[in-house]
């Protein structure tokens, strides 16, 4: 998940638990969609040597249900708008237009085609398929969908900044124009936040209901509240037959809980197992990722100590990035390089030096608060360790510890004077600017730093105005280095995830960008 980006915690009430739904009538599958199109999605993120298969018919009925240990339980009542999407996603409930191959390039889903009309215009054009309600996913279903993503408030993440209207063109067209030039907006239509959802789903004035209508190989079943979710094989999947019949969800956020969950059998998969967890797993059951997850100092630019350029670049110099991936992450993490980590594999060849730092200055004895969450367990650890450096390069350091729910606005509002936490730079778009844009700029949603300055607005909006992929990336190289010379932000490790995975279990979805998990090949 991104920086986690749970609600605050006045939304975090667990929805009431709720009855096992009856499955609506089936339609007949598209049996020649589905032998076609399979391999499109199913296959992006498989790890390697895993055979996903191809008995997705009768033996796929007999495969057992999968048992899953996830990190994060729903805040927001399983909405698509906000941190939760990435449960549907991973999950295999919802899908949008486009997905993001293993490169990160848009790749069709619900869309099977697009091309860029104009400037603001795109035409999609619809694949066949089915709501899991058994209703069609028709033109006029799909604008309906991403008009109501439009509405949401907060808005998704995806959309942040951006102004877009969708409408029905024909029996398989859907019409998206921008209020200004979107060169990315098929990479944006990949994120969880803007899933198509059937009509159903919004009958319910101010809610969205993912249960029973959405599109992927599974169908939402069974909620109960922030504990445990039951999913079913929707049968007319347009990418083909899952070969698990349902997926059986468990909410566990104590990490050493899942990692223990998994040993003793309870579950098949368990994502996110802490490191001090990994090495008590045997070795085949360990599947390591490297991440677009990066783990990052956030300077307050705006207030407090750290409006000083020299002071910034004090505690800049006093962070041992190296010392972090060794020791906190055991060596499941990758020392600080940038924004963009190993991940991104344009990145490295492509990186620019900052340049127009500001000298270090001696602290003597500048005091700060520093805050981060308890949510990913290795945090709290990041940041006694920081502590330390920056207390022997002469700062005296206050240490804040919270639930991500009851940290979050305070360090958007800028009342900490430094917060470390962890961000998957691609998670909301694909899209390496659009990260920059929020987290950086003067009008960003998602600024910790508190960062404005002219230069950084500058290089972000030309790498904004950039349509061809390279030369996109160039400008977003720049555009980082410009954050960078800032020291609003100091890249401290990228992360490597630790999936556990049963011996019996194949056909897991290691995904980079953290949206995949289960698939139609997911199956023990």
């Keep these: ?255 050493s809980a899942r990692a223990n969950a998994l040993r003793t059998g309870q579950v098949d998969v368990a994502e996110s197992i802490p490191v001090a967890q990994a090495a008590g797993l045997d070795a085949d059951t360990r599947r390591e990722t490297a991440t677009t997850r990066t783990t990052s100092l956030h300077l307050n630019t705006r207030s407090g100590v750290f409006t000083d350029p020299a002071l910034r670049a004090a505690a800049r110099a006093a962070v041992d990035a190296s010392a972090l991936a060794d020791g906190v992450y055991e060596g499941h993490a990758d020392a600080g390089a940038g924004v963009y980590g190993p991940a991104v594999t344009w990145a490295a060849s492509k990186r620019v030096q900052p340049t127009g730092r500001a000298r270090p200055a001696a602290p003597g004895g500048a005091s700060v608060t520093l805050a981060t969450y308890d949510n990913r367990p290795e945090l709290p650890e990041v940041a006694q360790v920081l502590k330390q450096q920056l207390e022997k390069a002469g700062f005296t350091v206050k240490l804040e510890v919270r639930e991500y729910a009851r940290l979050e606005t305070d360090a958007l509002a800028g009342k900490f004077d430094a917060v470390v936490g962890a961000r998957n730079s691609l998670l909301d778009t694909g899209d390496p600017v659009s990260l920059l844009a929020s987290d950086f700029t003067c009008a960003g949603g998602y600024n910790l730093a508190q960062l404005c300055d002219k230069g950084v607005d500058r290089a972000v909006g030309a790498a904004q105005a950039v349509a061809d992929t390279g030369g996109r990336q160039d400008a977003a190289m720049a555009a980082e280095a410009a954050v960078l010379g800032t020291d609003a932000v100091v890249p401290l490790v990228h992360q490597r995830v630790v999936t556990g995975v049963d011996d019996d279990v194949s056909g897991v979805l290691l995904d980079p960008y953290e949206r995949t998990l289960v698939g139609t090949g997911t199956r023990r």
């Design 1 to 255: 998940m991104r920086f986690a980006r749970p609600a605050p915690l006045a939304s975090r009430t667990p929805p009431a638990p709720r009855a096992r739904l009856a499955s609506p009538p089936r339609r007949r599958p598209r049996l020649l969609a589905a032998l076609c199109l399979a391999p499109l999605l199913t296959g992006c993120f498989a790890a390697s040597g895993e055979d996903e298969g191809d008995d997705r018919g009768s033996a796929a009925g007999g495969r057992a249900r999968l048992r899953v240990a996830l990190a994060f339980p729903p805040a927001e009542n399983l909405s698509p708008y906000g941190a939760d999407a990435t449960i549907l996603s991973r999950l295999g409930v919802t899908e949008g237009l486009t997905a993001l191959d293993a490169n990160g390039a848009a790749a069709p889903a619900l869309a099977a085609s697009w091309r860029r009309e104009d400037d603001r215009t795109w035409l999609f054009t619809l694949r066949e398929a089915v709501f899991q309600d058994g209703s069609d996913v028709t033109p006029a279903a799909v604008a309906a969908s991403l008009t109501r993503a439009t509405l949401a408030r907060p808005a998704p993440a995806a959309l942040a900044g951006v102004t877009l209207t969708a409408k029905a063109d024909g029996g398989t067209g859907v019409r998206v124009t921008t209020a200004r030039p979107d060169p990315v907006l098929p990479l944006r239509l990949s994120s969880p936040s803007l899933a198509v959802l059937s009509p159903k789903a919004y009958a319910k004035k101010g809610a969205v209901d993912p249960v029973g209508t959405a599109t992927g190989p599974f169908e939402l079943t069974e909620v109960n509240g922030a504990t445990a979710a039951a999913l079913d094989r929707f049968d007319d999947y347009w990418g083909g037959l899952a070969q698990a019949s349902g997926v059986d969800v468990r909410f566990i956020a104590d990490g």
